[in-house]
Nanobody, 115 residues
Framework: VQFVESGGGLVQPGGSRRLSCAAS????????MAWYRRAPGKGRELVAT????????DYVDSVKGRFTISRDNAKNLAFLQMNSLKPEDTAVYYC?????????WGQGTQVTVSS
C-alpha cells in the first residue's frame, strides 16, 4: 500500500490549490479515501472523506464550503481542491484510506498560506 501526495506549495491568502494523491497496492475503487493535515505544532487532523464511488463526501467544519474532495477511480487518484485559503490552512497534507487504519502514510505535501 502506497500513497504519494503532490500539488502543495506557497499560496497567498484567498488563493487556491489542488492536491493530488496517487494510491497503489490495493483496489482503489473498493475503499473510501480521506485527506488529513498536520499543522505546525499540532496533531494530525481529518479534513475530508469521500466514499468509494465518490457519491458521498464529508468535511471538517473549518473547511466546509472552501474545500472539495473528489476521486478518479479509473486512475487511482484522489484530489483535494482548496479555495479561499487561509493562513490557518498551512499544514502538511496527507491522504489515506478511510476507516481501514492503515499504518502506511505518504510523505505528504506542504501547503503554506502566506502573503
Amino acid at each position: 500500500v502506497q500513497f504519494v501526495e503532490s500539488g502543495g506549495g506557497l499560496v497567498q491568502p484567498g488563493g487556491s490549490r489542488r492536491l493530488s494523491c496517487a494510491a497503489s497496492g490495493f483496489t482503489f475503487s473498493w475503499y473510501a479515501m480521506a485527506w488529513y493535515r498536520r499543522a505546525p505544532g499540532k496533531g494530525r487532523e481529518l479534513v475530508a472523506t469521500i466514499s468509494s464511488a465518490g457519491s458521498s463526501t464529508d468535511y471538517v467544519d473549518s473547511v466546509k464550503g472552501r474545500f472539495t474532495i473528489s476521486r478518479d477511480n479509473a486512475k487511482n487518484l484522489a484530489f483535494l481542491q482548496m479555495n479561499s485559503l487561509k493562513p490557518e490552512d498551512t499544514a502538511v497534507y496527507y491522504c489515506q484510506r478511510w476507516g481501514v487504519g492503515d499504518l502506511t502514510w505518504g510523505q505528504g505535501t506542504q501547503v503554506t498560506v502566506s502573503s
